[in-house]
C-alpha cells in the first residue's frame, strides 16, 4: 500500500475536489455527539490514513486532530495546508501506537479495504483499540461485499483540469474473489500548450467487508455501536455499497 498514492498524491485534490468532505465531516461529528458521553469540547482524533486532510480540514473547528498517512507526499500536501488545530504524520496504522490516546479514532473513504490480509487488518482493528481511551469511539467507513457482487465496480475515465494541464484517471477494476478486487488506475497528464503527455500506473488491492466481519471484531470490551449505510442514520443492507461502523471502548 505505501506504494499507492506516491504520485497520485500529487494530484489526489484534482480528483476528488467533487467530493463533499463538508457533508461527510457533519456526519462525523452527528456521530460522536450521539455515541460519547461527553461533551465534545478539547476532544482529540486520530485521523488513520488521513490523506491530504481532506476531512480534518472541517472537523479542525470541533477537534484537535492528529493524521497519519503512509503516503509521504500526501501527508506533505496537508501539511502545507496549515490547518488550525491539525497535526499530519508520516505513519502506518498497522504499526502506530501513540503515548498518547485519543477520544475518537477515524479511517475514512475505505482505507480499513486496503488491509487485504488477516494479519493487517487484525493489527490495524488492534492499534485503533489501543490508541483510543477508555470511552473512546472508533469510526471507520468501507467497502460492502454484497453490494459489490451485486453491483459490481465498472471501467470509467474522469477527466479533470488544474490551472496548468488536463488529468485523465482510467480505472480498471479486476475482481479476484467475493472480497478482493485490485483497482488498477492509469493516470495522464497533459500540460497545456506542450505535446508531451506524462503517464503512469496504480494498482490499488481492496479486500472487501460484510456484516461478519464487522460484528466479530466486537469484543467485550469493544462494543459495536453503529452499523450503517456511509453517512446516512439507515440500516446497512446488502444493496449499500459504503457501510460505516462506530465500535465504543468499555476499558
Not at 462525523?28 to 469540547?41: F, M, S, V, Y
Not at 493489527?123 to 469510526?139: E, M, Q, S, W
Request: glycine share 6%; hydrophobic share 35%; net charge positive.
Amino acid at each position: 500500500m505505501k506504494d499507492n498514492f506516491s504520485k497520485y498524491g500529487e494530484i489526489y485534490d484534482f480528483f476528488y475536489f467533487d467530493k463533499n468532505y463538508m457533508k461527510e465531516a457533519r456526519h462525523l461529528n452527528e456521530l460522536i455527539k450521539k455515541n460519547l458521553e461527553i461533551g465534545t469540547a478539547n476532544l482529540s482524533i486520530l485521523d488513520v490514513g488521513c490523506g491530504t486532510g481532506g476531512y480534518a480540514q472541517h472537523l479542525n473547528k470541533y477537534y484537535k486532530i492528529t493524521g497519519i498517512d503512509l503516503s509521504k507526499e500526501m501527508i506533505k500536501i496537508a501539511n502545507n495546508k496549515n490547518l488550525k488545530n491539525c497535526k499530519f504524520y508520516e505513519g502506518d496504522g498497522t504499526q502506530y501506537i501513540s503515548s498518547k490516546k485519543y477520544d475518537i479514532v477515524i479511517s475514512m473513504f475505505h482505507v480499513v479495504n486496503y488491509q487485504i490480509t488477516k494479519i493487517q487488518f487484525n493489527k490495524f482493528i488492534r492499534n485503533a483499540f489501543l490508541n483510543l481511551k477508555p470511552g473512546g469511539i472508533f469510526i471507520f467507513d468501507f467497502w460492502n461485499s454484497p453490494a459489490t457482487l451485486i453491483d459490481p465496480p465498472e471501467s470509467k475515465i474522469k477527466i479533470v483540469s488544474s490551472v496548468n494541464e488536463l488529468l485523465l484517471r482510467h480505472t480498471l477494476p479486476r475482481r479476484f474473489s467475493k472480497n478482493r478486487i485490485d483497482i488498477k488506475f492509469d493516470f495522464y497528464r497533459i500540460k497545456y500548450g506542450h505535446n508531451k503527455i506524462k503517464s503512469f500506473s496504480e494498482t490499488h488491492k481492496i479486500r472487501t467487508l460484510d456484516k461478519s466481519a464487522i460484528t466479530q471484531l466486537a469484543t467485550k470490551n469493544f462494543k459495536l455501536v453503529e452499523l450503517n449505510k456511509a453517512f446516512y442514520f439507515k440500516p446497512l443492507t446488502a444493496k449499500d455499497w459504503h457501510g460505516l461502523a462506530v465500535f465504543k471502548k468499555l476499558s
